[in-house]
């Protein structure tokens, strides 16, 4: 079936370091992608989204890259801080006209003082 | 008012018990969904509510059932659960199912099934 994975479980960093967290998707016809941060106990919180019309989108210290060739998406996180520390999950939604959200495996980012 | 509100946060539960969880937001959005979150797992999807009518079930047992009574109310009533089904019940909204956006989560309702 058609799924959303990540290539690194977990990924340690120095705070102030740049993160990037990647993630492989095998639908190409996957049209809208987003990435969310979950924090331990919480629900998942909006970081970025991406429209497959685009191949890249900047936020607060955020940046979606999106490489529809190779069907990649990564997130970079610039000056990575100790409140970045949390599970980082990519998700996509399959074409076809509905809303139908889908998530991939999760990256645990911990950052190091 | 950018939140979904789910409650309880917690929930103990027999087998042989019925209980609900309940989860509400004040966006006007006309679409609504159940997840479930095993630890270290991903959210998997359950339900689609898309102007309160049912439009995606995704294989669930019948021991969980949804309900959507108004645009703003969701919920998931539980009845002979197992204790696998222990996890984190999401609850999230979208602005409408036929298009593609942020979905807005709740915090979750824990489920622990004894």
């Known amino acids: 079936g058609e799924s959303v994975g990540l290539h690194l479980p977990t990924l340690s960093v120095q705070e102030g370091d740049n993160s990037i967290i990647n993630c492989a998707y095998s639908?190409?016809?996957?049209?809208?992608f987003i990435w969310y941060k979950q924090e331990s106990g919480k629900g998942p919180q909006f970081i970025i989204d991406?429209?497959?019309?685009?191949d890249k989108r900047q936020g607060q210290r955020v940046t979606v890259l999106l490489n529809k060739t190779v069907k990649h998406l990564s997130l970079q996180i610039a000056a990575t801080q100790p409140g970045d520390s949390a599970v980082y999950f990519c998700a996509e939604t399959p074409g076809g006209g509905y809303n139908k959200l889908i998530f991939g495996a999760g990256t645990r980012l911990a950052v190091h003082p | 008012d950018t939140e979904v509100t789910q409650t309880p946060k917690h929930l103990v539960m027999g087998m042989t018990n019925k209980k609900s969880l309940k989860c509400e937001q004040h966006?006007?959005?006309?679409?609504m969904y159940w997840y479930k979150q095993k630890a270290k797992k991903p959210p998997e999807l359950m339900f689609v509510y898309s102007y309160e009518k049912l439009s995606i079930n995704e294989s669930v047992p019948s021991r969980f059932s949804p309900e959507c009574p108004n645009s703003s109310l969701l919920n998931l009533h539980l009845h002979a659960l197992q204790p696998e089904d222990s996890a984190l019940y999401l609850c999230?909204?979208?602005?409408?199912?036929?298009?593609?956006?942020?979905?807005?989560f709740g915090e979750g309702s824990r489920l622990t099934v004894l």
């Open positions: 991406i429209r497959s019309n685009m």
């Open positions: 966006m006007g959005h006309r679409a």
């Open positions: 639908n190409s016809a996957s049209d809208y």
């Open positions: 999230a909204s979208s602005q409408d199912f036929s298009s593609a956006g942020e979905l807005f």
